[in-house]
Nanobody, 124 residues
Framework: QGQLVESGGGLVQAGDSLRLSCAAR????????LAWFRRAPGKDREFLAS????????VLADPVKDRFTISRDNANNMLYLQMDNLKPEDTAVYYC?????????????????WGQGTQVTVSS
């Protein structure tokens, strides 16, 4: 069974940057679409970004498209989310996910592997 493990979260100030990492263990996900989601307190899970298996197709949600970048390293089975100019409204638990198909989507139901999440807190 595969496992996804996020890291890189923490407490930062508004305007700071963070890079989240997601390590895939137990199986390769190089042929799967990958994505980042987040869940803020009291809110539904929110799609942030997805990337296809070749890293040739990326989709970013409107609230973050000018500030976040998704990337992957298939050789090392890693997924990343570079987050710049963080805002207090970015405070949430961030999750990485692997899709059943080679390309990602905005639909959480298309993902069958999820990490445990990493907390990001942005102070004003």
């Amino acid at each position: 069974q595969g496992q996804l493990v996020e890291s890189g979260g923490g407490l930062v100030q508004a305007g700071d940057s963070l890079r989240l990492s997601c390590a895939a263990r137990g199986r390769m996900f190089s042929n799967n679409g990958l994505a980042w989601f987040r869940r803020a307190p009291g809110k539904d899970r929110e799609f942030l970004a997805s990337i296809g298996w070749k890293a040739d197709s990326t989709v970013l949600a409107d609230p973050v498209k000018d500030r976040f970048t998704i990337s992957r390293d298939n050789a090392n089975n890693m997924l990343y989310l570079q987050m710049d100019n963080l805002k207090p409204e970015d405070t949430a638990v961030y999750y990485c996910a692997a899709a059943r198909r080679p390309y990602g989507s905005k639909n959480a139901g298309d993902y069958n592997y999820w990490g445990q999440g990493t907390q990001v807190t942005v102070s004003s």
